[in-house]
């Protein structure tokens, strides 16, 4: 008997062209990526803006508490009323108010100082001292 060799029918092969990803999931991976780029330099530029007020109020912080220290330490009491003047700290112009007013009693002069860099915010400090 001769030997019958069973063959089987083949299926027709679907040619897939799944060896990339299709413009869609392109087009879907580039938008997650520009999200989440613009998101880390909107998230730099407010870094960046944050440590330049970071600086400037750590100037306008110094600058104040080094003419409290003046008024503290200055053997003649400020005058009553307000004062105002610039001054030059570590290569940066401020602008600075003083107010001085007696508190009751007479024996203490209550000082209130508020210095600014350019544009920036107000920084207030108050000190107390005695007339003298």
Do not use: C
């Amino acid at each position: 008997m001769a030997a019958k060799w069973l063959v089987m029918p083949r299926r027709p092969r679907h040619h897939r062209h799944d060896t990339g990803f299709s413009l869609l999931e392109m087009l879907v991976a580039l938008a997650v990526f520009s999200i989440a780029a613009l998101a880390l330099i909107k998230l730099q530029g407010a870094s960046l803006m944050q440590t330049a007020e970071l600086d400037s109020r750590l100037y306008s912080e110094i600058t104040v508490r080094n003419l409290a220290v003046e008024a503290l330490t200055d053997p003649n009491p400020p005058a009553l009323g307000d004062a105002e003047g610039s001054l030059t700290n570590a290569g940066r112009s401020f602008t600075w108010r003083r107010n001085t007013t007696a508190m009751e009693g007479g024996e203490m002069l209550r000082i209130d100082l508020a210095v600014r860099q350019g544009t920036g915010p107000d920084v207030t400090l108050t000190v107390l001292r005695p007339v003298l």
